[in-house]
């Protein structure tokens, strides 16, 4: 049993000292969100994020927003369409109602997705604008 598990799909714990922004649990915030370097949300966002770093959605976030990072990891719910320059992980605890285009996907079992996801080869340049 053992063997089995190490051979499904899991999503590495990420190490919030490596994160440089994070948004805390009390926070709700509207608007357009762009940064450069890893970001994590553990609180509410609304609006849209376009960015050329890496998106972390914590445990109890909510993101209502177009998420546009390179590489998204999500352990809480966004709804609204994901795209992804690198890659997108779903843990267990993630639910995504929305669209993901991105070239790797892993999604750990127990989490929600509905949507369709299209799959591009990682040498495809440049971003997908919707």
């Known amino acids: 049993m053992a063997d089995v598990?190490?051979?499904?799909?899991?999503?590495?714990?990420f190490d919030e000292s490596q994160i440089d922004t994070i948004l805390a649990e009390d926070i709700d915030f509207t608007g357009e969100l762009t940064f450069s370097e890893p970001l994590m949300i553990k609180g509410t966002?609304?609006?849209?994020?376009?960015a050329s770093g890496d998106l972390f959605v914590g445990t109890d976030a909510v993101v209502n927003a177009r998420v546009e990072a390179e590489r998204v990891t999500s352990r809480g719910r966004i709804k609204g369409d994901v795209l992804a320059g690198r890659r997108v992980e779903l843990a267990s605890t993630a639910s995504v109602q929305g669209d993901i285009d991105t070239p790797d996907l892993v999604m750990e079992s127990g989490c929600v997705f509905n949507g369709v996801c299209a799959m591009r080869t990682p040498s495809n340049e440049g971003?997908?604008?919707g």
Do not use: S, T, Y
């Not at 190490?6 to 590495?12: E, I, K, S």
């Open 5 to 13: 598990r190490r051979r499904l799909a899991q999503v590495p714990d």
């Open 45 to 50: 966002f609304k609006g849209e994020i376009k």
């Open 127 to 129: 971003r997908h604008d």
